[in-house]
C-alpha cells in the first residue's frame, strides 16, 4: 500500500456494536484519515453517526462503495465480508476484517499487532482479525514464547456483548425481570437459534457459539487453529473450555500453560511487564488482579494471579482480561490498520 500523510477509510457494519467501536477508536487514537465513509445494510442506511465534530450519514453498502478507499474495515459478519471483501480489494483498498470468514485462509494474515505485526507484509488484500478470545491470549502467551510453549489449557468467561447487543439487551430485560419478582423467562441464550434456552442473569453457560462433532464448540476451535496460526506453532497443543458468563463487557481467561522448562512466576511478571499493552496487576495481598470491569472500555490486555502449578513446575497459571469489542475487535484491528501503514 502506497505510504501516505492521510488516509481514505471506510467502515462497513457501522452501526453495529462493533463498527461504531471502530469509529470511536479511530478517533480515540488520531488515525491519519483524509475520509471516512459509513457503511451498512439498507435497514441502517441514513443514520447518522459523530465522528471528529461532524455528523456522518450512514450509506448503503455496494461494490462501488469502496472506489477510491484506502482502507476499509469490516465488521459485518463472514457472509458480507465473503461478498464485499474482493469487491474492495479490485478497487485498491486493503481490507481489515473482523469475521470469521478469512482467518485460516493460508494467504490471509491473521494479526495481532504485538504478536505478529510483520504479517501484514504479506497479505493480499486482506487481513484478518481474530476472535475476541484468541487476541488476548495471545498477547499473554507471545510473552512467554521463548520459554517453549508446550500446552495451553484455557477456560474462558465469555461476556455476553460476545453475542451482540441483542444478548446484552436479553441479559439486562432479565435482570430486571428478576427484581420485579417474576420467574426469568429465557429467550436467547446459549443461541437465538436453538429450540433449548437456559436464563443467563444469576447462570454460567458451557456453550460459546455451536457445537461441532468432536464435542467442542466453534468458539473453542477458533482458540485452539487462531492461537497456532498467529504464533506460527502448528503443532502447538490447545485444550479449550469457552463458557458465557452474565457479564456485559469483557472476557476473562483462566490459563495454564506448561513450557518446555520450569519457568517460575517471577520470570513471568519479568516478561509480561516487558510487553506491549500488557497490564500486570498481580498482588493478591491487596486484592490486585484482572476483573472485566476494568478492562471496560480499554484497548489494554491485563494479566495477574499469576503462579506455579501445585503439581509441575514446568506449568504455569494465571488469569487475562481485555474488554472483547476493544481488544477483542475494533482496536486490534485499527491496531492492524496502523500497522499497516507504518509498514507501508
Given at each position: ?58 450509506e448503503v453498502a455496494r461494490p462501488d462503495s469502496f472506489e477510491g478507499i484506502d482502507i476499509a474495515l469490516f465488521s459485518a459478519g463472514a457472509t458480507t465480508s465473503q461478498v464485499f471483501a474482493p469487491e474492495a ?82 441479559l439486562r430485560s432479565e435482570v430486571e425481570e428478576w427484581r420485579q419478582g417474576g420467574r426469568i423467562t429465557p429467550t436467547l441464550f446459549p443461541l437465538a437459534s436453538q429450540d433449548a434456552h437456559y436464563p443467563m442473569?444469576f447462570n454460567v453457560l458451557p456453550q460459546c457459539d455451536v457445537f461441532l462433532d468432536n464435542g467442542y464448540t466453534k468458539e473453542e476451535m477458533k482458540l485452539v487453529n487462531e492461537s497456532r496460526k498467529i504464533l ?113
Amino acid at each position: 500500500m502506497e505510504r501516505k500523510v492521510q488516509y481514505r477509510i471506510a467502515v462497513l457494519g457501522a452501526t453495529g456494536a462493533v463498527g461504531r467501536k471502530m469509529i470511536q477508536t479511530l478517533e480515540r487514537r488520531n488515525f491519519p484519515f483524509e475520509s471516512l465513509k459509513l457503511l451498512a445494510s439498507e435497514r441502517s442506511a441514513g443514520e447518522t453517526i459523530s465522528f471528529a465534530g461532524q455528523l456522518i450519514e450512514v450509506e448503503v453498502a455496494r461494490p462501488d462503495s469502496f472506489e477510491g478507499i484506502d482502507i476499509a474495515l469490516f465488521s459485518a459478519g463472514a457472509t458480507t465480508s465473503q461478498v464485499f471483501a474482493p469487491e474492495a480489494v479490485k478497487r485498491g483498498a486493503v481490507v481489515v476484517d473482523n469475521s470469521s470468514a478469512y482467518r485460516m485462509d493460508k494467504s490471509v494474515p491473521l494479526v495481532v499487532p504485538e504478536v505478529n505485526a510483520h504479517a501484514v507484509d504479506h497479505h493480499q488484500g486482506i487481513i484478518a482479525n481474530p476472535n475476541c478470545s484468541t487476541i488476548q491470549l495471545m498477547v499473554a502467551l507471545n510473552a512467554l514464547k521463548e520459554f517453549g510453549l508446550e500446552h495451553v489449557v484455557i477456560s474462558t468467561y465469555q461476556a455476553v456483548s460476545g453475542m451482540g447487543q441483542k444478548a446484552v439487551d436479553a441479559l439486562r430485560s432479565e435482570v430486571e425481570e428478576w427484581r420485579q419478582g417474576g420467574r426469568i423467562t429465557p429467550t436467547l441464550f446459549p443461541l437465538a437459534s436453538q429450540d433449548a434456552h437456559y436464563p443467563m442473569a444469576f447462570n454460567v453457560l458451557p456453550q460459546c457459539d455451536v457445537f461441532l462433532d468432536n464435542g467442542y464448540t466453534k468458539e473453542e476451535m477458533k482458540l485452539v487453529n487462531e492461537s497456532r496460526k498467529i504464533l506460527e506453532m502448528p503443532e502447538l497443543k490447545v485444550s479449550p473450555t469457552a463458557v458465557r458468563v452474565p457479564v456485559l463487557y469483557g472476557h476473562s481467561e483462566s490459563v495454564a500453560v506448561r513450557f518446555q522448562q520450569p519457568v517460575s512466576p517471577t520470570q513471568a511478571r519479568e516478561k509480561f511487564a516487558q510487553a506491549t499493552n500488557l497490564v500486570v496487576l498481580d498482588d493478591p495481598s491487596q486484592a490486585q488482579y484482572p476483573h472485566p470491569l476494568m478492562a471496560e472500555d480499554t484497548g489494554e490486555t491485563y494479566v495477574g494471579r499469576i503462579r506455579q502449578d501445585l503439581a509441575d513446575p514446568n506449568t504455569l497459571l494465571f488469569f487475562v482480561v481485555a474488554d472483547n469489542l476493544l481488544k477483542g475487535a475494533a482496536w486490534n484491528a485499527v491496531q492492524i490498520a496502523e500497522t499497516l501503514i507504518q509498514r507501508a
